[in-house]
């Protein structure tokens, strides 16, 4: 059905996912008409998607709640339920449907709080459609109070609730949770497969599309972007001219910097968009007026609004580091390949000049630590350390010699 068209490369995925939307389906069906239950049912309450970033968890995810939603007449005809274009499927897959909670964060975490309303709203029956479907898009940002919150209600679902959690590892997921849900694995999907999705449904230039897949090697939404967004594009070029720029201490530190004062460019560019409309919704709100001083008894959840705001502008630049990062992975990963004669396809073939530079000036031993510098700052991100710091160290590491 259409529905899973948009699942690019997983066709086992997709397989499974049809058979429990029927199954699904055949319930709410028996169970309006009294008829028996059908037995041995491919259904279940909660699922877990994993798979690596780029692969499409979510799309599957929604995808499934469409075809859960799905209202076509023709579903009963064979054709399974999923057919996209129907109120049901159209809404969830806008995310509009009144019984389709998606829940995506742009913070670092998600909290009890959060997780208690969503646990409240799972409790409830659907209010038109046939599945109440909760979709949790970052489930591996849930704190371990939050966890234990939602453990209780994945354990006692509401008879007509549907857990869809994703995540990228099964590790990610506390293992209570996991164990009580249907794992599905979504795997990097092919390079062609990811071209072809973007000349299909984009309107992508086919050798634009082929670019963009290959860059972004089979990371769909990267893919996309960086095919339809020119300053995705210029953000990439200046990512892999570092490796040149590299060869002394000044052209390290100032590497370094260059990267920083990018991912803080890109951190100001989401403040000035989202946080400013949001702080006067939220005065407005409370009864404030703009300019003047604040009602009593509302500093609280003004409060409560610039920690959010600091904590999504910190996951902004990490996320914007670590995508400069992942590129720089990826040129060095291809320096290594020209290095040791391998037949694997080339990321960076529009720096095909460089990388030979390259390959010719060093050892393959040396490419390797260069990737394992890069890492190294990944985790020391992760932990934390100032990120200046961090980048610094990895830079001074690339140096050549
Ligand atoms: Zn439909």
């Not at 949790?136 to 940002?141: G, I, Q, V």
């Not at 100032?254 to 919704?281: F, H, N, P, R, Y």
């Not at 290095?339 to 390259?358: F, Y």
Request: glycine residues 6%; charged residues 30%.
């Amino acid at each position: 059905m259409p529905v899973w068209d948009d699942l690019v490369g997983q066709e086992r995925v997709a397989a499974q996912l049809d058979a429990a939307a029927r199954d699904a389906d055949a319930l709410v069906t028996a169970t309006a008409t009294k008829a028996p239950l059908p037995e041995a049912s491919k259904m279940t309450h909660a699922w877990l998607f994993t798979g690596p970033p780029g692969a499409g968890r979510a799309t599957a995810a929604r995808a499934f709640a469409a075809a859960l939603q799905c209202v076509s007449p023709d579903r009963a005809l064979g054709g399974g339920p999923g057919c996209g274009f129907c109120d049901g499927c159209h809404t969830s897959l806008v995310g509009t449907h009144a019984d389709v909670e998606i829940v995506r964060t742009d913070l670092l975490s998600i909290g009890v709080k959060e997780t208690r309303e969503l646990v409240r709203r799972a409790q409830l029956s659907p209010a038109v459609g046939r599945w109440q479907v909760i979709v949790l898009e970052d489930a591996d940002r849930l704190t371990e109070g939050a966890g234990n919150v939602l453990l209780k209600a994945v354990e006692e679902p509401a008879p007509r609730t549907v857990w869809l959690l994703c995540a990228p590892s099964l590790e990610d997921v506390l293992p209570t949770i996991r164990s009580r849900c249907r794992h599905l694995t979504l795997r990097t999907p092919a390079v062609d497969a990811v071209a072809d999705m973007l000349v299909r449904r984009d309107g992508i230039e086919p050798a634009v599309a082929a670019e963009a897949a290959r860059a972004t090697q089979g990371h769909i939404d990267r893919a996309r972007r960086l095919a339809t967004d020119p300053r995705a594009r210029a953000r990439r070029a200046a990512v892999l001219k570092l490796p040149l720029r590299v060869d002394d201490i000044g052209g390290c530190l100032k590497a370094a910097q260059e990267l920083i004062d990018t991912a803080a460019e890109d951190t100001k560019q989401l403040a000035e968009e989202v946080d400013t409309k949001e702080t006067e919704e939220l005065k407005a709100a409370l009864g404030g007026q703009s300019g003047s001083r604040m009602p009593r008894g509302t500093a609280g959840a003004m409060k409560d609004l610039e920690d959010r705001q600091k904590r999504r502008r910190t996951r902004t630049q990490r996320d914007s580091l670590d995508l400069a990062l992942t590129d720089l992975t990826g040129f060095y990963r291809d320096v290594l390949a020209l290095q040791l004669g391998s037949r694997v396809a080339l990321a960076n073939t529009d720096a095909q000049d460089t990388l030979e530079r390259l390959a010719r000036a060093a050892s393959p031993e040396a490419t390797l630590r260069r990737i394992e510098a890069i890492a190294e700052c990944r985790d020391a991100l992760d932990r934390n350390v100032a990120p200046l710091l961090a980048v610094e160290a990895m830079t001074m590491a690339l140096r050549a010699g």
